[in-house]
């Protein structure tokens, strides 16, 4: 199985320190991850109300390439970004499910000269971890465990909606596995997968950050010492707004928000900077750690 | 079938498909999907038996050499069979059936059986689209291309039913 | 005391597009429209319907039944996140979130999307970068149409913008494809004429 | 026996008769053009068409044919075989004409209803119509086989369907075989403690009934057994019953729960979750499922008991029961029995809540089912009556979820039937026992049936909250103070077209009806047939709602869909009258579709032999032939298809009249 790795555009902007930490995690725990050389933005669900097929041959592109590269090997394509993670689904999905989708974009690819056949596995890094490296390699690499930190796992929509392929869509558990297996302690809450307002929080501002204030609240009430995410835009919304969310509802809700790599990456001794976690706006209190 | 025999397809061609249903499972699916008002490609004529373990390959010959043009059977789900084992009788001679018709040079595609159970009439709709459908792509049945024996002489043209090749008949 | 309006509400047939539902049914994930059975489920587990003016539920009554302007008028499809609670929690497996989409694309193709929203500018404003570089910069995007829509925000998130620089989360340079970005074009372009010779879509 | 012809002897005088089936044939089939190909088709002496050919008119159009233009075969182009074939037959066989000179084309459930083109519909049509003409050629005058009825019914299942049917056809005079594969009779409505809409007690109206069936003396009541397999065919069925070990001598045992007092297992960790009160109290190794259970005798659970387990138990028990009834040397017992005729009762399985997860059963402690609910304001249930939340207190605020599992593709795509009414008899107990605030989440309200809506009307004046909407989600997050602590439903109030967010202290999930988890091992045993969703499918949806497509076996209850307690002992009744009606006959006539082998051809190769399942071919070894017994003869055919000589035949589908229909179908394809 070989291992190819799509950053999308957050992973080399805002959300550096995912890519950072995801990089270092993979390297310390032996399987290296190769960046897909040519890559473009997936498409990103932004542009899909725009121009649908558009956004879907962009995402295409990439399954093309990473199926070049790979030859005949069988390949994981390792999207850390939930919304590449289904824009590059879906795109490989609707091409099988809808002919005349398929259709306009295998001939536009002819027209690119690429060719893609349908065999790259798209792959979020919880689902590598989990069903691939496994726990208990994550549990060896912990030289430093976590320590009874207390972690509000927050999963985001796009990585289990609507194809759960790796996880329950209503309860997922790989997240709260991998930092279990790490000395973390999830803490019990229903929100995991209650969406955090996406680009709303760009777009139609008091929308998104409401949803943005309800997840960090109740967080803060779960007692967590931390969120957890997988995703860029969900860290963004999450971290980079509380100042404007405290002053919108009169409601403090700082909390650190991280990658969950970053957790893992610390457990495994890996030094914070490495991990991006001094790209941290709320920095990661390590006295419960 | 070879490039030379193959002749262009008719845009009007419509397959006339003989199709043997069971008494208890497929037929009965048959009546359903009639009574669900699912309609589906007109070309099978249903004739029905008892069990689809009554179903003589040579019937399936017959059909093919007096012009259809694609043979559908159809039986109870094994371990559903109304009679303990009838199909599993049966599938034991559609597979041979199969050979034998790949070695008269005839499509092994052009033959099909499904089990399909009483509950199931979405089935019938589905398997006898798809079934117009495969005979569609395959053409008209024309036995006079039927390639000769390697002795020279012409394939076995059988011209009573009676008569046809006796291992059609093998249990 | 506030004084009493009137407002005619009744709908006339000539009002409504017959088509609209046919249409939108006909799109990717629209197959399933008329199977709804206005149960509610996409309303009430979308957390957006918070703002909406018609909840989702609502929109597809309305789209199967012809009010197209309603509709395309509706804040609803603008605030949908594209979460998909509605798509996996409905009953009938209606994919409520393609059918926003579908609803979205409809309203941007008759221009007839509110003037401060700022969706379909940063649609363009995306579109447009990944054209240029094959990537798309977040907050370069986002400054942008903020200039456009609304240009007060600038100054307003100027901190955080700050913030992000100090912590290397956003760069002056423009990140750039390492390659492929004439393939890119190429396939992009492609799509338009594949696209324009299908006779249905 | 007449065995077929070879070839037609006499002249043939046709007569083919195209039904309009009022629009059903004629919207599509152009019945007036099929008429006229008809009558020119090779023998046929008349054809006509008529509106409806199965109404009496049309009848006496064909038997006075038969009678003035000297008919002798008729065909009748109209609708399936399976319905109208025995109309017809007995029509022509009024008036002398052989039954089996009738043939049916289907020209209404294969042609006019399954396709668009009405020009290719009437070619089909047609064809089939030609097929028939060309096969009664060689249709012979076959005479019906009579084969005498066993007289006792088996009833397979002790709910109230089973209960039901049993009383009846006991009272009847006949004796019946009940058997239950629990300890007790009584199935699931032993378990409810209001039936709606009179608000009556279960065990008041049950009880009776399950002590009359305990009475009766044409009732062997068998509990804790099992249909272990099935032989034979209608009239004389073949089953054999395991009757497992209960480690009780019941005919000893009185029921008095000494046995339970003494157990061992006395810590609750050690008990196991009380299968009658849905897991809401314990039970110990030896116990009885409730009060009133029928027989009323204790059982001994083997996964449980210690002296069964490990062979070491102190065995107060057996000190105990003064009646010495404990055996733990029994095991399982085999019977079998000759029976006409079987009712199959096995109703239905409850839908498990947890599947849904947005609901929180079994993550949320306060989120119950409906059959818990039953069980906890029942008197004899695990709280005495008191509808307590689990921490003791009363719960404030109720709401009550409609439709959980049913109405929905990823679960059952079907509507349960009785969640609604069962939904609100629950907000009235609740009400009625706590003075909860209570709420009902509706997608849409069924309440058709006799006093139904009258019962709606009650509990709305009742002062119920109705809203209608599905509820997406029972969640614990709060948004406003009054919502902590408290579990929250989230739906669309879809009346007002608002999202709403109500805080409850109890939710009630009023779950579907499911087919039993071993439909499908039923429905193989007893080879009858599952509709999709895996409930046992009737013969006719309309008129023939409690046959099967096995002839002799009969359904009733839940288990051929979901319904509720008079939709059932309706069902009952039924099924009991129809099994009587089969073996009050006496006999019952068998298609006369056997096979024979014809002696001349037979080169007594003994291919068949091995083939026939039921061990009707031997072989005459004085004139080195087969032999087929004609008694055993179930008429599949499988031999004849086998036969390399074509020596062996079966009547009514002979190779000739097979040959001449494929002939038929193609000349006008």
């Not at chain 3, 956003?170 to 890119?184: F, L």
């Not at chain 4, 054999?240 to 061992?264: H, S």
């Not at chain 4, 005495?384 to 605020?397: A, M, Q």
């Amino acid at each position: 199985m070989k291992y190819l790795y799509y950053p999308g555009c957050s992973l080399k902007g805002t959300s550096r320190g995912y890519e950072e930490s995801i990089l270092a995690i993979f390297e310390k725990l032996q399987l290296p991850l190769q960046e897909l050389e040519g890559w473009n933005c997936c498409g990103a669900t932004a542009y899909m109300a725009v121009d649908e097929i558009k956004a879907l041959a962009l995402a295409a592109r990439n399954l093309a390439l990473a199926e070049q590269v790979a030859g005949n090997e069988p390949v994981s394509l390792v999207a850390p970004c939930n919304s590449c993670y289904l824009v590059l689904s879906k795109a490989q999905r609707h091409m099988e499910e809808f002919e005349d989708i398929g259709d306009v974009i295998v001939k536009a690819m002819r027209e690119a000269g690429l060719r893609y056949e349908g065999h790259v596995h798209v792959r979020h890094p919880l689902d590598v971890l989990v069903n691939d490296v496994g726990l208990d390699a994550l549990r060896r690499a912990a030289s430093q465990p976590l320590n009874g930190l207390k972690v509000a796992c927050y999963y985001g929509c796009q990585v289990v909606r609507p194809y759960a392929t790796f996880d329950d869509q209503h309860n997922p558990q790989t997240m709260h596995e991998l930092l279990k297996a790490v000395g973390a302690e999830p803490v019990d809450w229903s929100l995991g997968t209650r969406c955090c307002g996406g680009s709303l929080t760009g777009t139609i501002e008091k929308a998104g950050l409401r949803l943005c204030y309800i997840l960090l609240r109740e967080a803060k009430v779960r007692g967590a010492d931390a969120v957890a995410t997988c995703c860029p835009l969900c860290q963004f919304n999450l971290e980079c707004y509380q100042g404007q969310i405290a002053s919108m509802f009169g409601d403090e809700v700082d909390i650190p928000v991280t990658y969950f790599s970053q957790l893992l990456g610390k457990a495994m001794g890996i030094d914070e900077r490495t991990l991006g976690l001094k790209r941290l706006f709320v920095p990661l209190t390590t006295a419960a750690v | 079938m070879p490039d030379d025999v193959s002749l262009p397809i008719a845009e009007d061609f419509q397959p006339r498909i003989i199709a043997f249903f069971c008494n208890w499972c497929t037929y009965t699916a048959s009546d359903l999907a009639g009574t669900s008002r699912m309609t589906y490609a007109p070309n099978t004529r249903v004739i029905r038996v008892m069990c689809s373990g009554r179903i003589d390959p040579q019937f399936v010959l017959a059909a093919l050499r007096k012009g259809a043009d694609g043979v559908l059977l159809g039986g109870c789900h094994p371990g559903d069979c109304h009679y303990q084992a009838g199909n599993y009788k049966c599938l034991r001679r559609f597979r041979l059936l199969k050979r034998l018709l790949t070695q008269l040079g005839i499509e092994e595609e052009r033959v099909r059986l499904e089990w399909i159970a009483a509950s199931e009439g979405d089935r019938v709709q589905k398997v006898t689209n798809e079934m117009v459908e495969q005979i569609r792509k395959l053409g008209p049945l024309r036995l006079e291309k039927i390639p000769t024996h390697p002795n020279g002489e012409a394939a076995p043209a059988p011209a009573e039913p009676m008569a046809t090749a006796t291992e059609g008949a093998v249990s | 005391m506030s004084e009493l309006k009137i407002v005619r509400r009744i709908k006339y047939q000539q009002e409504l597009d017959l088509s609209f539902g046919k249409d939108v049914a006909a799109t990717p994930g629209g197959e399933d429209l008329y199977k709804c059975i206005q149960c509610g489920t996409c309303s009430s587990t979308c957390p957006v319907s918070v703002y909406m003016d018609q909840t989702p539920r609502r929109i597809i009554a309305m789209t199967r039944a012809g009010f197209k302007d309603d509709v395309l008028a509706s804040n609803t499809i603008w605030l949908c996140s594209s979460c998909y609670a509605c798509t996996v929690e409905c009953p009938k497996s209606l994919r409520i979130t393609d059918i926003m989409y579908a609803l979205k694309q409809k309203a941007i193709a008759e221009k007839v999307y509110p003037r401060n929203l700022p969706i379909p500018v940063l649609a363009k404003e995306f579109f447009s970068a990944v054209m240029k570089t094959g990537r798309s910069n977040e907050g370069r995007i986002v400054a942008r149409v903020w200039l456009k829509t609304n240009p007060l925000k600038i100054l307003s998130h100027a901190g955080l913008g700050l913030k992000l620089l100090r912590r290397g989360r956003m760069s002056i340079k423009t990140e750039r494809m390492t390659g492929g970005h004439d393939q890119m074009r190429r396939l992009l372009d492609a799509v338009e004429t594949a696209r324009a010779a299908q006779p249905t879509r | 026996m007449i065995m077929e012809k070879k070839s037609p002897q006499e002249e043939l005088r046709i007569g083919v008769y195209v039904c309009h089936c009022g629009a059903n044939i004629a919207s599509k089939v152009d019945v007036e053009s099929t008429r006229d190909f008809a009558a020119k088709l090779p023998h046929v002496t008349v054809a006509r068409d008529y509106k409806f050919a199965c109404s009496d008119p049309g009848q006496e159009l064909i038997q006075k044919d038969i009678k003035e233009l000297g008919l002798n075969r008729v065909v009748v182009a109209s609708c399936s075989p399976q319905l109208h074939e025995k109309t017809f037959r007995n029509a022509c066989a009024d008036v002398g004409l052989s039954p089996f000179y009738v043939q049916m084309a289907n020209i209404r459930e294969h042609v006019s209803w399954v396709t668009e083109d009405p020009e290719l519909a009437t070619r089909k049509a047609k064809s089939l119509v030609a097929a028939a003409v060309r096969r009664l050629a060689f249709a012979a005058p076959l005479e019906t086989k009579r084969v005498p009825v066993h007289p006792d019914v088996l009833i397979v299942g002790g709910g109230i369907a089973g209960i039901h049917a049993s009383l009846i056809l006991a009272n009847a005079g006949r004796k019946v075989f009940l058997v239950e594969r629990e300890p007790t009779i009584g199935g699931h409505m032993a378990q409810f403690d209001k039936t709606f809409p009179t608000m009556d007690c279960a065990a008041c109206i049950l009880t009776p009934k399950m002590s009359d069936v305990k009475n009766h003396p044409n009732i062997m009541m068998w509990t804790y057994s099992e249909v272990e397999e099935v032989a034979g065919f209608t009239g004389n069925f073949k089953v054999t019953v395991r009757r497992k070990a209960r480690y009780i001598k019941e005919e000893l045992c009185v029921g008095c729960n000494d046995c339970v007092e003494a157990c061992v297992l006395k810590k609750d960790r050690v008990q196991v979750p009380d299968e009658f009160n849905v897991g809401l109290s314990r039970r110990k190794a030896v116990y009885m499922p409730f009060p009133q259970s029928t027989p009323a005798c204790v059982v001994i659970d083997p996964e449980q008991c210690l002296q069964l387990m490990k062979g070491k138990c102190a065995q107060t028990c057996v000190e105990a029961c003064e009646r010495a009834a404990i055996d733990f040397d029994q095991s399982d017992e085999i019977v079998e029995i000759d029976v006409g005729a079987i009712i199959i009762a096995t109703g239905y399985k409850p839908f498990e809540a947890r599947r849904i997860a947005e609901y929180g059963y079994g993550k949320f402690a306060n989120v119950y089912t409906t059959l818990e609910i039953e069980r906890l304001v029942n008197a004899s249930g695990p709280t005495g009556g008191e509808l307590r939340l689990r921490d003791g207190t009363t719960p404030k605020v109720a709401g009550v979820i409609h439709c959980v599992g049913s109405r929905d593709r990823r679960y059952n795509p079907y509507c349960s039937n009785v969640c609604c009414m069962g939904a609100l008899k629950m907000a009235h107990l609740i009400k009625e026992r706590t003075g909860a605030e209570v709420f009902n989440f509706y997608v849409d309200m069924r309440t058709a049936f006799k006093g139904y809506e009258e019962f709606y009307d009650q509990i709305l004046s009742e002062g119920v909250q109705f809203v209608r909407g599905r509820v997406a989600e029972v969640t614990d997050w709060a948004m406003t103070d009054e919502e902590k602590g408290k579990l929250v439903i989230r739906v669309e109030d879809t009346l007002v077209g608002v999202a709403r967010r109500i805080p409850v202290d109890m939710v009630v999930l009023a779950i579907g009806l499911e087919p039993q988890a071993d439909a499908g091992e039923i429905q193989r045993k007893f080879n009858i047939s599952c509709s999709n969703e895996g409930f046992f499918l009737e013969r006719h949806p309309k008129l023939g709602p409690v046959s099967t497509f096995t002839d002799g076996i009969f359904l009733a209850g839940a288990c051929q869909g979901p319904k509720d307690i008079p939709e059932t002992v309706a069902q009952a009744g039924a099924a009991a009258a129809e099994a009587l009606c089969l073996v009050d006959k006496g006999f019952v006539e068998i298609e006369p579709n056997t096979a024979w082998i014809d002696e001349e051809v037979c080169s007594g190769c003994k291919t068949c032999i091995p083939l026939c399942p039921f061990k009707a071919i031997s072989r005459d070894e004085e004139k080195r032939i087969a032999v087929i017994n004609e008694a055993l003869c179930k008429g599949c055919g499988t031999c004849v298809a086998a036969c390399p000589s074509g020596a062996a035949q079966q009547n009514l589908f002979t190779d000739e009249q097979i040959y001449e229909e494929i002939e038929g179908v193609l000349s006008y394809a």
